[in-house]
């Protein structure tokens, strides 16, 4: 059993009440060999929702305290992040996965790129909060 971004097996909870669905991430929930999760919504924040971005550092910074998670109105949403992403490590550690697939660049699932904090549609290489906490708890992380 492996964890998927919802949005990728079809749920509609995207920031903007869509999903992105992959046909192979599908085929996985359908067939019971993948779990899906939503950081963002595990930590409270409402489907729709103003699109988030990374301030000042990415997922790990947002961990240790250096750089915060800011909707588009200037809202800090950095604790709904960071609950979600912690709910998600204990579903993981509870079912002891060691794989996730996460939708990439996102403030919360992004693996290797995110948003670069000024709502201009520019990518910086980091990971997203729920990301940065997994693999700091030796979980594999991929995106699609």
């Known amino acids: ?14 920031y903007d009440g869509t999903s992105i669905p992959n046909d192979d991430i599908v ?19 409402p489907i729709p929702r103003f699109p988030s971005e990374i301030v000042g550092g990415d997922g790990f910074d947002v961990i240790d305290g250096g750089a915060w998670v800011i909707d588009k109105r200037g809202n800090n949403v950095t604790e709904n992040y960071i609950e979600g992403a ?12 060691k794989k996730v697939i996460l939708k990439t660049n996102s403030p919360a699932c992004g693996c290797g790129f995110i948003y670069d904090g000024t709502f201009r549609n520019r990518l910086k290489r980091g990971d997203g909060v729920c990301t940065a906490l997994l693999k700091r708890n030796n979980i594999i992380v991929e995106t699609k």
């Open 1 to 14: 059993m492996i964890l998927v971004s919802a949005c990728l097996a079809g749920q509609q909870c995207r």
């Open 27 to 45: 085929n996985m929930v359908k067939t019971y060999r993948a779990l899906p999760v939503c950081p963002e919504e595990y930590g409270g924040l």
């Open 86 to 97: 912690i709910k998600v490590l204990k579903l993981a550690l509870s079912m002891e996965v």
